[in-house]
Each structure stands twice: as C-alpha cells, then as structure tokens.
C-alpha cells in the first residue's frame, strides 16, 4: 500500500540556518503531496501541498517540489526561525478530491536554538 | 478563522471501560476523519464519514470502534472496550468537498490513556 518516509529526528539548528527534511513516498497513481506542521499543544495544520509532478508548493518561507522520478518531496527553508521550531510531518493523499485518507511520515521534530 | 475542537484534551480510563472522544467540525464541511497516533509512531487513519456513514476505515478500525454524527455539529469516536494499546493521541479531521486536492483539517488532539 501506499506510504511516507521522513528522516529520523529530532533536527536542532541554529537559528539562520538551511533545512532541509526529506521525505519519500510509495503510491500507486498520482498521489497529492503535503506537509503538515504541529505547533507545540496545537493540531497539524497544512504548510504546503502540491498535486503534480514539477509542482512547488511554497508556504512561510518553506518550499518543496514534487518530484516523480525520484518519488520525493523534500522540505526545504533557506533561514529558520526559532518560532520554526515544531513537528513536520509528509504526507500523501490517493486522491484528488474527496475523502481519501492521509497516509503519514512519521514526523520530524526540529528545534531552533537562538 | 474557523477550526476543529476536540474535546476532552486528555482522558484517562480504566482497561475495559468505554469512552467517547468528541469533535466539533467546522461547519460547512462535509467529511470527516479520525486518524490517532501512538507515542513515538506514524499517525495513522482510522476512518472517513460522510453523509452519515462511514466512506473508508483501516484495519485498525475493529468491532470496538464506532463513530458517530448525533447532531449536526458533532463527530464522536466511541471505544467500547478499551484495550491499554488504544493509548494514543486521537485526531479528528474534517474537509470540504473539492475536487482539485483534500485539505483536511485538523483539531489539537485527544490523549487518552489507558491504564
């Protein structure tokens, strides 16, 4: 079946540095893509998505870009903040449209240190 | 901005006793989803609802479970029986329908604990 692959955590950076989480997928078809954030006490709520390939989903300075021939949709910020500092989590859905379920990653905790 | 609420935030019961995790959806949106993640695991879907009944479950989602919409604003997850493996932090979803991706979403999460 279908399914996600993230990199282990937990990822502690500096703050101004480069991210960069990896995240893979298995799925039949053409699987929309996204990423979901977990604020510290909240839900995980939608930091970007992208239903094709050669897509760039793009959100609060974070960027990835669907791509179908290495099946990967890596996340990626150019200069984190300490307000950055949260769970991520990939995800893919089978289906545009409707109530096809989210398969997830595991998560991956980051922590930016002042 | 509208939201999904999940109440309680935290529920601790005893091995074999049933509880009710409730959700409110936001109010237009027309499917619905409970998913749970186990400490240090994937989040893991459960099941869909829409139109009042269930679209999709996973295998997890055995004779235990039961889910259901009483009224029209609530989205309840039962669990007749639990079992000390059903600790886990419970999230409800919702989505409107559309047709070009499926932006669920999410409320803060249940913990519930088994003892």
């Known amino acids: 079946g279908d399914s996600v692959t993230q990199m282990e955590g937990p990822v502690t950076l500096s703050e101004e540095a480069f991210l960069t989480i990896n995240c893979t997928y298995t799925?039949?078809?053409?699987?929309?893509l996204f990423w979901y954030v977990q604020y510290p006490g909240e839900g995980l709520q939608l930091l970007l998505k992208?239903?094709?390939?050669?897509d760039k989903g793009s959100n609060k300075g974070f960027e990835a870009t669907y791509r179908k021939e290495t099946t990967s949709f890596h996340l990626e910020k150019g200069s984190v903040q300490v307000s950055d500092s949260a769970v991520y989590f990939c995800?893919?859905?089978?289906?545009?449209?409707?109530?096809?379920?989210?398969?997830f990653g595991k998560g991956t905790k980051l922590t930016v240190n002042p | 901005e509208p939201e999904v609420t999940q109440t309680p935030s935290h529920q601790v019961t005893q091995m074999g006793q049933e509880v009710i995790l409730r959700c409110v959806p936001i109010?237009?949106?027309?499917?619905f989803y409970w998913y749970r993640q186990i400490l240090g695991q994937k989040v893991e879907f459960l099941v869909s609802f829409y139109n009042n009944e269930i679209s999709e479950k996973s295998e997890i989602f055995d004779d235990q479970f039961s889910v259901e919409r009483p009224d029209g604003s609530n989205f309840t997850l039962k669990i007749r029986s639990t079992k000390l493996e059903d600790s886990a932090m419970y999230f409800c979803a919702s989505s409107e329908l559309d047709l070009t991706y499926n932006e669920q979403f999410f409320g803060p999460g249940t913990r519930l604990t088994v003892l």
């Open positions: 992208a239903t094709k390939a050669d």
């Open positions: 995800a893919l859905s089978g289906w545009r449209g409707g109530s096809e379920k989210l398969v």
């Open positions: 799925a039949t078809g053409y699987p929309s």
């Open positions: 109010s237009n949106h027309l499917y």
